[in-house]
């Protein structure tokens, strides 16, 4: 399978602090990534899709100043959450995007816990 | 937004028992997959079945899929302690930037105890 390497595994900031979560695919090219939030106890929650060259898409809700996407290379995408405040204490997945991906298995980044005091 | 939903929430068994998850569905699909989620962790990949197949096995897994009535379920058998975990059905669906991707169920948490 798809080897997706996410880091931080967890992060504690200050509120007001931002906070980086780099998402790199090891072994194959991702010309998108799609970012996920889980609160707990509840699902996976689509954010945004991070595409290689060009603007990020952001689902309904979701504010596109505040979860800041980069995706400069077929690599590598990087979530920005941007003066953080306790409510954007989640849990934060990535999973990259191919050709086959909506056809076959999906992969994931080992998820990154967010907790803003 | 969400797919679908899944029942029970949560589900405590004893270890050897079985566990039934089900999941229903909104929009068509091309596949339906599970999920398994430890705490706190990443997700694995359990089964992909296509919107042309109504049954699939793998080990102790089995997975249906009714496309009539949206609706699928997750058995597991012979449950171990180590099956503990949230188990999530997901399809690819069209999101509000029309663009197709995974959604999830909301998920069961499933408490085997030894």
């Known amino acids: 399978g798809a080897v997706v390497s996410q880091h931080p595994s967890w992060v504690i900031c200050k509120s007001g602090t931002s906070v980086k979560i780099e998402c790199r695919s090891l072994?194959?090219?991702?010309?998108?990534m799609f970012w996920y939030r889980q609160f707990p106890k509840q699902s996976l929650m689509l954010m945004a899709t991070?595409?290689?060259?060009?603007?990020?898409?952001?689902e309904q809700g979701v504010e596109k100043d505040k979860f800041l996407i980069n995706h400069a290379s077929l690599t590598l995408s990087t979530l920005t959450v941007t003066s953080a405040h306790p409510e954007d204490s989640s849990f934060y997945i990535c999973?990259?995007?191919?050709?086959?991906?909506?056809?076959?298995?999906?992969?994931f980044g080992q998820g990154t816990r967010l907790t803003v005091v | 937004s969400q797919q679908g939903e899944e029942d029970p929430q949560a589900l405590s068994i004893q270890e050897g028992e079985n566990a039934t998850m089900n999941c229903s569905y909104k929009?068509?699909?091309?596949?339906l997959q599970w999920y398994r989620q430890n705490s706190g962790r990443g997700l694995v990949h359990l089964i992909l079945?296509?919107?042309?197949?109504r049954e699939k096995h793998s080990g102790r897994l089995r997975v249906t899929l009714d496309t009539s009535k949206k609706s699928s379920s997750l058995l597991i058998t012979a449950s171990r302690a180590a099956d503990t975990a949230s188990y999530f059905c997901?399809?690819?669906?069209?999101?509000?930037?029309?663009?197709?991707?995974?959604?999830f169920g909301s998920g069961t948490r499933l408490q085997v105890q030894p």
């Open positions: 997901a399809t690819d669906a069209l999101m509000d930037t029309g663009r197709r991707a995974l959604t």
């Open positions: 991070s595409n290689e060259g060009s603007k990020a898409t952001y």
């Open positions: 999973s990259p995007n191919w050709d086959r991906a909506i056809v076959t298995e999906a992969f």
């Open positions: 929009t068509s699909i091309n596949n």
């Open positions: 079945i296509r919107s042309n197949e």
């Open positions: 072994d194959f090219q991702a010309t998108t």
